[in-house]
């Protein structure tokens, strides 16, 4: 079974950009659909952003449509998250997850399962 590794969270200030990862231990099948979820304190979980490995055809929330980019390489078994334009709000932890042998990606976080430890992403004014 695939395991995944989150990395890249940190602290910075707004406008600022932070680039995630999401390292998978085995090797991503092409019907595969890996997210980008977020949790701040005190709230629901919430999905950014999705990618189906096997066309690349991609979901972003509204509130991070043209600031944050989903994107893949396959040659590091690797999915990416480029924040850009942060804001304070954005502020929370940071998990990526993966549905297998699926044809199309789900924006609930129920219909993944399995999940990385998270990173924190902490965004200041």
């Known amino acids: 079974q695939v395991q995944l590794v989150e990395s890249g969270g940190g602290s910075v200030q707004a406008g600022g950009s932070l680039r995630l990862s999401c390292a998978a231990s085995?090797?991503?099948?092409?019907?595969?659909?890996i997210g980008w979820f977020r949790q701040a304190p005190g709230k629901a979980r919430e999905t950014i952003a999705t990618?189906?490995?096997?066309?690349?055809?991609?979901y972003y929330a509204d509130d991070v449509k043209e600031r944050f980019t989903i994107s893949q390489d396959n040659s590091k078994n690797t999915i990416y998250l480029q924040m850009n334009s942060l804001k304070p709000e954005d502020t929370a932890m940071y998990y990526c997850?993966?549905?297998?042998?699926?044809?199309?990606?789900?924006?609930?976080?129920?219909?993944?399962?399995?999940w990385g430890q998270g990173t924190q992403v902490t965004v200041s004014s």
């Open positions: 085995g090797f991503i099948s092409s019907n595969n659909c």
């Open positions: 997850a993966a549905a297998s042998r699926v044809t199309r990606c789900s924006i609930f976080a129920r219909d993944y399962n399995v």
């Open positions: 990618i189906y490995t096997g066309g690349g055809d991609t």
